[in-house]
T-cell receptor, first 109, second 116 residues
């Protein structure tokens, strides 16, 4: 089974500071990787997926197969980025999605 | 709103009672997932359907849990003889791997269950 680890439960930064939310996965095949975000009182929603290689709301994530990591980065955090962030990965058959325990990002003014 | 819809949004029940949750996926999505989420944890996989076929069930899904998707559209998740440990958010998600969105799952707002 796939295991997704997000080591930080809480990350607090000041507005304008760089942000990096860490994510490591265990299955070293070629899983699909995603970041989901949950803003206060809203549903979980897709932020980005590695296969698209896109930047959403200034966030990017680089897949490092050697380190089995998929860290989420943003060079200048904004207050509206405050939310719960979940990293997710598929298993070997791409049908199941495994989620990390989440990191709460708090961007202070 | 054409997103994933779940109801009821909140349910408080007494221990030992049965509860049923309903999920209406995005209309063209053939895959439907159920997840459970407790405080401080990420969503945990329970089961998933492709059309009406239930293809996989987690070991988390005890015999008291049953999920159906009779016509390949909406799904129900029933918990029989609820226990306090069943208190959680039950999330439904759907996907359509062959669509432009690819293998991406879209979540509903969840159904909160509190067992007292």
């Amino acid at each position: 089974a796939q295991r997704v680890t997000q080591p930080e439960k809480l990350l607090s930064v000041f507005k304008g500071a760089p942000v990096e939310l860490k994510c490591n996965y265990s299955y070293s095949g070629s899983p699909e990787l995603f970041w989901y975000v949950q803003y206060s009182r809203q549903r979980l929603q897709l932020l980005l997926r590695h296969i698209s290689r896109e930047s959403i709301k200034g966030f990017t994530a680089d897949l490092n197969k050697g380190e089995t990591s998929f860290h989420l980065k943003k060079p200048f955090a904004q207050e509206e980025d405050s939310a719960m962030y979940y990293c997710a990965a598929t298993g070997y058959n791409f049908n199941k999605f495994y989620f990390g325990s989440g990191t709460k990002l708090n961007v202070k003014p | 709103d054409t997103g994933v819809s779940q109801n009821p949004r909140h349910k408080i029940t007494k221990r030992g009672q049965n509860v049923t949750f309903r999920c209406d996926p995005i209309s063209e999505h053939n895959r439907l997932y159920w997840y459970r989420q407790t405080l401080g944890q990420g969503p945990e996989f329970l089961t998933y359907f492709q059309n009406e076929a239930q293809l996989e069930k987690s070991r988390l899904l005890s015999d008291r849990f049953s999920a159906e998707r009779p016509k390949g559209s909406f799904s129900t998740l029933e918990i029989q003889r609820t226990e306090q440990g069943d208190s959680a958010m039950y999330l439904c998600a759907s996907s359509s791997p062959l669509s432009h969105s690819g293998n991406t799952i879209y979540f509903g707002e969840g159904s909160w269950l509190t067992v007292v």
